[in-house]
């Protein structure tokens, strides 16, 4: 029999004594023991032993080279890396995220990253081949092939230590802050309990056995984490509460939530659909930077890109990776939202149930963790290690990402260039730490919400996706142009987020936020078009070099390939590419179809429309045919 009850540990706020910190730890760790069942403490043990099992596996031949330790040895399949793809999307704080998205604005709102589909689409068919073809070892090298001189060192550089450290610490410190929440609500553990106890393992496996570590830790943790989502659903969904009202069909049909289920916004209401809809679809796709759907690929995408075996594993790899990401996984969080907006209709039910909490944490992503308090044990056990899987493939991919920035683009190109590849992995080791200690000082310190960091990630990036997409295919862009594009985005978005309230900038239609993001974007393109007109283009030795290993073709090399020509050198070597634009556009839009479809057919059976479901999926099936049909017809290697 227990001395004190699990709900009096849980929500017991912590005094200090004479044992000082001791007590303190111990305290938790009872308060810990206590919540999970022995049953769950196996499973758990059972998956953390799994885990540092990959990392030890794949540790044998991680430490021959960076390729190795970086990209696999380049030889990874598709169904592997894209399954990768999708397990570090899938990180702890998504749920969290798409659960703030719901309870605030509906299902809906989940068009502010819904809209990225686009910019996969278009990674797919167009960037996907481009990136493997380069053969480079982070897309950071990319900079010193398209461009030349000191600017492309500067621009590959800078953006190593800035990307490497600020921006990914940025993204694993709003990942860590789920945890916090996740720990805080379900276990009862202090913040610096859930850093350390969540970052010793993910630290562990991916320092050992590199990005293959990673990559296999990634396949069996999205299956951990998947399970995990459904079953939570199913539990919420089970709750006295919503069983009350008829289940899954009595929630979609429950007049207190019958706001929140649309797909779509309200189209007659333009302040709703316009900033939710049509700003993410017109301007979001093309025009934001953001890590994961990049436009023209990028950051760990690339990487995963730049693994793969040859071309057509890298666009295998992408496409798989954005139907899972946008049709497959969305439903199990969406259904737990809904059901805590019956269960928790207001954030002082949570904080009622959990007055331990504290306050800053207390915002509406944190009612996917209440929700699955409600789960029983062995069961509890099995979503803590899905939620733990997570939190580790996230953490695991951005961990190896940023230190592959570090090493490779710093500290071997401007600290140390003779540097051996045994001294390089020992670096990639060491920052994979400090990287991870960085991140989660950030989630104890700065960080309050999973839609704070989101936003702040968007602004600072706006702008500056259309140079990411058109510099492959237009010769004039030049080192210049990135560097004006990167100092008028930083300068604009501290301005509008230091000095303007959203208050100040908000009209009749669009919302504070959404009116800084035009804005951002408005200026720094225009910047970033005017100084590429005006500044000399790159050498032509370099311009031609990075033709003739890429291949890009199209009108915006004419004049270069033109010259290349009359100069006895065609920079295609021969080999007489075809421009296969317009057929990859066309792939574009049919493979949007497909997974819109795809995701909406599903949503149509969990809201009991069977008609609707049923047809849309159908037309799915439909474009999916055709988009292999078009696919088999590309020249990929």
């Known amino acids: ?39 769950d403490w196996i499973i758990i043990s059972i998956f953390f032993v799994i885990v540092l099992g990959i990392g030890w596996w794949a540790s044998r031949t991680a430490g021959d080279s960076t390729e190795e330790f970086f990209l696999g040895g380049r030889d990874m399949p598709w169904w592997l890396l894209g399954v990768s793809m999708v397990a570090c999307t899938f990180s702890a704080d998504t749920p969290n995220l798409v659960t703030g998205f719901v309870r605030e604005n509906g299902v809906a709102k989940n068009w502010a990253w819904w809209a990225f589909l686009i910019t996969g689409m278009v990674t797919v068919f167009i960037y996907a081949r481009l990136w493997r073809k380069s053969n480079i070892n982070t897309d950071l090298e990319f900079y010193e092939i398209r461009y030349g001189g000191k600017l492309a060192s500067f621009l590959r550089g800078f953006r190593a230590l800035y990307l490497g450290i600020f921006f990914n610490c940025l993204i694993m410190g709003s990942v860590t802050l789920a945890a916090i929440k996740i720990g ?3 276990l009862g553990l202090e913040p610096w309990v859930v850093v350390i106890g969540a970052s010793i393992v993910v630290v562990m496996y991916a320092a050992l056995g590199g990005i293959k570590g990673v990559v296999w830790a990634d396949f069996f943790q999205y299956g951990i984490a998947m399970f995990g989502a459904v079953y939570a659903a199913y539990v919420a969904v089970s709750q006295p509460e919503i069983v009350e009202i008829g289940g899954l069909s009595g929630l979609i049909n429950d007049p207190r939530i019958s706001d929140k289920i649309s797909f779509f916004p309200d189209f007659s209401d333009p302040t709703v659909w316009v900033p939710l809809l049509l700003i993410p679809l017109a301007v979001q796709w093309w025009a934001v930077w953001y890590p994961g759907a990049e436009p023209g690929g990028g950051g760990y995408i690339a990487q995963r890109m730049l693994s793969a075996k040859n071309e057509k594993n890298a666009v295998g790899a992408t496409l798989f990776f954005n139907f899972a990401h946008y049709a497959l996984r969305p439903w199990p969080w969406i259904i ?125 990036g706006a702008g500056s996706g259309a140079v990411y997409i058109m510099r492959w295919f ?83 090399w004419k004049k270069v390939v033109d010259a290349a020509i009359a100069d006895g050198d065609p920079c295609d070597d021969g080999h007489g590419v075809t421009w296969q634009m317009p057929k990859q556009i066309l792939l574009v839009f049919i493979g949007c179809i497909t997974i819109y479809t795809s995701l909406f057919g599903i949503g149509g059976l969990v809201y009991g429309n069977i008609i609707l479901g049923v047809g849309l999926l159908t037309l799915s099936s439909i474009c999916a045919y055709l988009l292999f049909q078009i696919m088999s017809k590309l020249n990929l290697d």
């Open 1 to 39: 029999m227990h001395l004190i009850s699990k709900d009096a540990l849980r929500n017991a706020p912590f005094q200090e004594n004479n044992n000082g910190i001791f007590s303190y730890i111990v305290f938790h760790l009872i308060s810990f023991f206590m919540i999970l069942a022995t049953v």
């Open 184 to 186: 805080g609500v379900m």
């Open 336 to 460: 737990v939202a809904l059901a805590s907006l019956i269960i928790y209709p207001e954030l002082s039910d949570i904080q009622a149930e959990f007055p331990g909490i504290d306050p800053k944490y207390l915002k509406d992503d944190i009612a996917y963790p209440a929700m699955l308090t409600k789960l029983g044990p062995g069961w509890l056990g099995l979503v803590v290690a899905s939620i733990i899987a997570a939190y580790m493939s996230t953490i695991g991919t951005h961990l190896n990402w940023g230190s592959s920035y570090i090493v490779n683009d710093f500290y071997k190109r401007f600290v140390k260039p003779h540097a051996s590849e045994r001294e390089m992995v020992r670096m990639g080791r060491i920052t994979t730490v400090l990287l991870m200690v960085f991140a989660g000082t950030l989630s104890l310190t700065i960080l309050d919400n999973a839609t704070e960091a989101f936003n702040i990630l968007l602004l600072t």
């Open 474 to 556: 237009w010769w004039r862009i030049n080192a210049i142009t990135e560097i004006i594009t990167m100092v008028v985005a930083t300068f604009v978005a501290l301005i509008l987020v230091l000095l303007v309230e959203d208050q100040q900038v908000e009209t009749a239609i669009l919302d504070g936020f959404t009116v800084k993001l035009l804005i951002t974007v408005g200026i720094v393109t225009v910047s970033w078009i005017v100084t590429t007109l005006i500044t000399k283009p790159e050498n032509k030795e370099v311009l031609r070099a990075f033709y003739k290993l890429t291949i890009p073709g199209g009108p915006g």
